[in-house]
């Protein structure tokens, strides 16, 4: 290489690394407002500029979306109108008829654009606009299942349209089985974390029938910490299925909600690391790893009531694992000696 291509080049290196960085993006600029749970009416209209006037997809959605969670006021109705009218953007056009119907307008002309929306290929946009259907018609449960996915975007939104398509909670709940059935994992998995919500024997009941044979991970946690949540329905079904074979999925999704019931499954847990059964043990001891996991979230106390205590008593299978992790099986002792590590991950 002569002096001159090493001049060339270095002059070429300098010329790149001195070009400005890029600017933050539309979307990195106005997401810390569209987070906001809670705006002021000047702070919305802000939000209902960038929805206007963006112009890349991922803006528009996310824009749209807050929108639907915290609705403008009814005074934006005519801009929200003129943009289902006149604008040539489907997404932008979509949204504003979602919008206007979370502000309680259900308008039969907005229809065609939330229909047309149901048969694309995006499923997020599917899920928004079988909430805004719902609203305008309200007799027809065809898209039942897109509302029960709204519930991974919007829980709120998704239960008012729920509310609309569900004479009462029984035929919620059908919904609910309906889509816990699916092909779709997302959709297995909204049904799920929605179950997980409803607090009732109908509810835990399918959630268990669920953990029977799923094996998406993704679905097996929304199951877990479902049947965590109806724990009082749901524990001793838990408890006995730690006899299913360790290398099983469905046998880490009943550990794992072991692990999120905290408290409540460690005298469970301290019974199935003495037990003779084998899975049984190493189930035990992965739940345990599971809870410390839990403990150690600073949201903890979503399952939690009181977390010192329950470390605690986490504290307490300390010797019942450390005996697994000296004399058990190799399996054993694997599991074993992760619970150990994580309880002390917990404790520092």
Not at 17 to 33: G, H, V
């Amino acid at each position: 290489m002569t002096k001159q291509t090493n001049v060339l080049l270095l002059t070429a290196l300098l010329a790149l690394t001195a070009q400005p960085l890029p600017a933050a993006s539309a979307l990195e600029t106005a997401l810390p407002l569209l987070q906001k749970n809670r705006r002021t009416a000047a702070e919305n209209q802000q939000v209902l500029t960038v929805f206007r006037t963006a112009k890349d997809p991922d803006t528009v959605f996310a824009a749209g979306a807050s929108l639907v969670k915290t609705p403008p006021a009814k005074a934006q109705e005519p801009a929200l109108l003129n943009l289902v009218m006149r604008s040539d953007d489907p997404l932008k056009q979509t949204f504003a008829a979602v919008i206007l119907t979370s502000m309680g307008q259900a308008y039969e002309e907005l229809s065609p654009i939330l229909q047309e929306a149901l048969t694309g290929k995006d499923p997020a946009l599917r899920a928004y606009a079988a909430g805004g259907y719902a609203f305008i018609n309200p007799q027809d449960d065809t898209h039942a299942s897109e509302t029960v996915r709204l519930y991974i975007f919007d829980p709120a939104f998704a239960q008012r349209a729920m509310n609309q398509l569900a004479a009462d909670a029984n035929q919620q709940t059908k919904f609910l089985k309906t889509a816990s059935a699916a092909e779709d994992a997302q959709l297995r998995a909204a049904a799920a974390a929605w179950l997980g919500t409803l607090h009732t024997q109908d509810a835990a009941k399918q959630l268990l029938k669920m953990a029977k044979t799923e094996k998406d991970p993704q679905v097996a946690t929304q199951i877990a910490t479902g049947l965590a949540k109806n724990r009082e329905a749901t524990l001793d079904a838990a408890v006995k299925e730690l006899r299913r074979n360790y290398n099983t999925p469905q046998a880490a999704t009943y550990a794992l909600a072991l692990g999120f019931m905290t408290g409540n499954a460690v005298d469970a847990l301290r019974r199935g690391l003495a037990d003779k059964n084998e899975n049984v043990r190493i189930n035990s001891a992965r739940a345990a790893a599971y809870m410390a996991g839990v403990l150690s979230n600073p949201d903890a106390f979503t399952y939690s009531s009181d977390r010192t205590f329950d470390i605690g008593l986490l504290k307490s299978l300390i010797p019942a694992i450390a005996l697994r992790a000296k004399t058990g099986s190799d399996a054993e002792k694997n599991h074993a000696e992760n619970a150990l590590r994580q309880i002390e991950k917990l404790m520092e």
